[in-house]
């Protein structure tokens, strides 16, 4: 029996696909504590492409650009956290998508505190 090859078809990623990885590669990240609101704003009240915390835009080229919008622990070094979440959500859309990245713009919008510690003005 002989076989023959036929050509690979297209796979098109949601951008919801994509928003999903980002957010749950982002919250494996120690020191993150979750996803922030994004702020609003006249130009971005109609976007398509905006999930909780993240903003995803993918180029002609198929380069994706993310930025996402993060709300970290207390007691965590922000630039380094910052650093990690870029690495491992790059990493994460090249690896499983096999999509060119961009870049990944961290954004953090807020610190949690423990409940228990009173902050001194």
């Known amino acids: 029996m002989a076989t023959t090859e ?3 078809g297209k796979t098109t990623i949601a951008p919801g696909v994509l928003a999903t990885i980002i957010k749950l590669t982002a919250l494996q990240v120690d020191g993150v504590s979750r996803l922030a609101q ?3 704003s006249v130009n971005t009240l109609f976007s ?3 999930d909780d915390g993240v903003e995803i835009t993918v180029e002609e080229d198929g380069r994706v650009y993310a930025d996402l919008h993060l ?8 630039r380094q956290t910052s ?3 870029q690495d491992e959500v790059s990493e994460a859309i090249s690896k499983m998508v ?3 990245v961009g870049s990944i713009n961290v954004h953090i919008e807020d610190i949690d505190y423990q409940n228990n ?3 001194e003005a």
Do not use: A, F
């Open 117 to 119: 510690q009173s902050i």
């Open 71 to 78: 709300i970290l622990t207390d007691k965590v070094e922000i």
């Open 6 to 8: 036929r050509p690979p």
């Open 98 to 100: 096999g999509m060119d």
């Open 48 to 50: 398509r492409n905006r």
């Open 83 to 85: 650093k990690k979440v």
């Open 38 to 40: 994004i702020p609003s």
